[in-house]
């Protein structure tokens, strides 16, 4: 008696890859969403996303060779990254090299793919052989092998030192970034003291990031004399009573830049809060300056203190469906940005003459309540996936670089790391005590 092999559906495994591109998209657009928390993120895209994965996989080798390896050449990184990432989770085949071949040899346009994929792949493996190939590769390509070594957290030194640094801006930027994984060296040290002065703002920007985690003294004085996101959120965090004096007579001046303003959301200080409430009768202004007060005094970010803006069916879908542009996909942190409406600024006054006793100088806020590492740990569960970002990177300042939420990462991943704030001493708790090394400050946190 024969036996008849199953009928294989290709439309619907077609339909899995398909959706998996389109679900891949949205997803990297979710992570750093102004609307989502991590918690729609799990149930929603990445869900959904993981689902789909997983079918192709469990599909086998039949549909690794007729869906996934043609896919690896398609000009679609969500296409390339989905198929990467089921080919690297298959366990009845290696499919490392058919991967690896266009990494090293294909066209330039499925590299973001490839790499996206290799960053989210739980596999160690993997990643050394990626790093014993890191220096025979084109620069480029060298920066991006870096920045899946700084996504996964491993220490890349061995092939730091064998790497030409200045071969190309966004390597040496990477490298410099990448330092914050590694131990810590003396060469390494005057490397990022030579880089804060580096002509190529790439490699100046990266060197400050890396210099601030790290709590360089020089890399601190650079920041008070910077605009960059890192340096203006790294002092309204972290600074002296004379950064958060400087932060608000930026919100005063005139038409404060939105960093400024964005920023000043997270210092969580009163004097802050209170130097952003005229901004709400700003037109321009008026909706990141919301946000950022809401993010300090725990303002409702609802009717009636804001009206969201009727949507275009047509904005949104395109907005929806954006893919982060590739200097997002480097950053460690987003650009600012606010959900659009309306703000009735005289409405927030009156709520704010009401709440105004319940704050005290001195102490820090996030949502109306004094900020506790309890607290900071909560938020980055709970915050809007666009604020999660900074909030990590306020853990990783005062912990010298660690622990560190990727926050690019999956959420289960995400949630794992976030875990290790708990973990501090107890006189951090209130986050008065805990600087980056090589500084102190003369006001609590």
Known sequence: MSTRRPTVRWELLERHLEEAEFLWTQWEHALWSPEHTLASVAEGDEGRLRAHLDALVLGGTAVATRLLLPALTSEDPARV????????????????????????????????????????????????????????????????????????????????????????????????????????????????????????????????????????????????????????????????????????????????????????????????????????????????????????????????????????????????????????????????RALPGEVDALAVEAWWTRRRGDFTEGFRYLRGAPVTVEVLTSALETEPMLRRPSLAWEVALRGGGAPWVETRQWTQVQREQAHAPRGQRPESRTLAGRWPRGRRSDTPA
Request: charged share 25%; hydrophobic share 50%; net charge negative.
């Open 81 to 336: 990254a989905s198929a990467a990432w089921a080919l690297l989770s298959a366990e009845d085949a290696d499919w490392r090299e058919p991967v690896f071949h266009p990494l090293e040899q294909g066209a330039e346009e499925t590299h973001p793919g490839l790499l996206r994929a290799l960053e989210l792949l739980d596999r160690p493996d993997l990643h050394a052989l990626l790093l014993r190939k890191l220096p025979a590769l084109p620069p480029a390509l060298q920066a991006g092998v870096l920045r899946v070594a700084r996504v996964r957290h491993l220490d890349p030194s061995a092939a730091l030192e064998k790497l030409d640094w200045e071969a190309d801006p966004a390597l040496h930027a990477e490298a410099l970034r990448a330092l914050a994984f590694a131990p810590r060296t003396q060469a390494g040290d005057a490397r990022l003291a030579r880089a804060l002065s580096h002509a190529h703002p790439t490699v100046s920007a990266a060197a400050l990031e890396t210099g601030l985690l790290l709590g360089s003294r020089e890399a601190w004085e650079h920041a008070r004399g910077s605009t960059s996101r890192a340096a203006l959120l790294s002092l309204a965090v972290a600074g002296e009573s004379k950064d958060l004096a400087d932060l608000v007579a930026r919100l005063k001046g005139g038409s404060p830049a939105a960093e400024v303003i964005w920023a000043a959301g997270f210092s969580g200080r009163l004097l802050a809060a209170e130097a952003l409430l005229p901004l709400l009768r700003e037109e321009a202004q008026a909706p990141l300056a919301a946000t950022s007060f809401a993010a300090i005094t725990g303002l409702p970010m609802a009717p009636p203190f804001l009206v969201e803006a009727p949507a275009d069916a047509d904005d949104e879908d395109s907005e929806e469906e954006a893919e982060p542009e590739a200097e997002d996909r480097e950053a460690w942190l987003p650009a600012p």
